[in-house]
């Protein structure tokens, strides 16, 4: 086998392995390496048909990847609705992925109804892309009790969209709000949280 068809070989194999991925930033991502690894090897063996199929997905690819791209910050593209912690879809949504929930959150425990906390869904259209549960802490602190995203949006911020897109916390009267205690991955320096101890902290502006 020579250095063309090792090539070959790896630009397929990359192209398989990204049909496996559950993230859809980084199935385009690698989908689209595979196909330019793949232009470059058929276009060197004159295989011209594969070479044309490629190149319509590598197009296809970079379409979705600009799509995504564009809108990850986008208002219009994710939403943020308040739900009551008795609420039916939440109790499912949160069933449904309790055991991802728990390896990124593994201090999270949940109490349907429980009237002390708030609870909000993040939507994209129809699908739930996040679910943010909170409660109130002295000094007006809102203690982040779950931040969860579904794998599919994992590379993606959509709590953004509850802490610096909305009024949630400013409109209840909170000043800061605190990352979820032992929070595995937690992501909130690319939304503007300072570490303080082992959380994060973000400063909310005052209400006008």
């Not at 308040?82 to 055991?99: W, Y």
């Not at 906390?117 to 000094?139: I, T």
């Amino acid at each position: 086998m020579n250095w063309l068809e090792l090539v070959g070989w790896a630009g397929s194999a990359l192209l398989v392995w990204s049909l496996l991925q559950t993230r859809i930033l980084r199935l385009r991502a690698l989908n689209l390496v595979g196909c330019l690894i793949l232009i470059g090897y058929n276009a060197a063996v004159h295989v011209w048909p594969m070479v044309g199929l490629n190149v319509v997905l590598a197009v296809i690819n970079v379409w979705y990847l600009r799509k995504m791209l564009a809108t990850r910050h986008d208002d219009e593209t994710y939403q943020v609705v308040e739900v009551g912690t008795d609420d039916a879809f939440l109790a499912h949504t949160l069933r449904v992925h309790a055991a991802d929930i728990a390896r990124f959150n593994p201090d999270f425990r949940w109490t349907p109804g429980d009237g002390r906390r708030s609870a909000f869904l993040v939507v994209r259209a129809d699908e739930v892309v996040g679910v943010v549960v909170s409660h109130a802490e002295a000094g007006g602190v809102a203690q982040i009790d779950l931040d969860y995203v579904t794998q599919r949006f994992r590379d993606f911020t959509p709590g953004e969209f509850v802490y610096r897109r909305s009024s949630l916390f400013t409109d209840r009267g909170f000043r800061r709000v605190v990352s979820p205690p032992g929070m595995v991955a937690p992501y909130y320096h690319r939304l503007g949280f300072r570490p303080e101890g082992d959380a994060y902290v973000l400063d909310l502006p005052a209400p006008a």
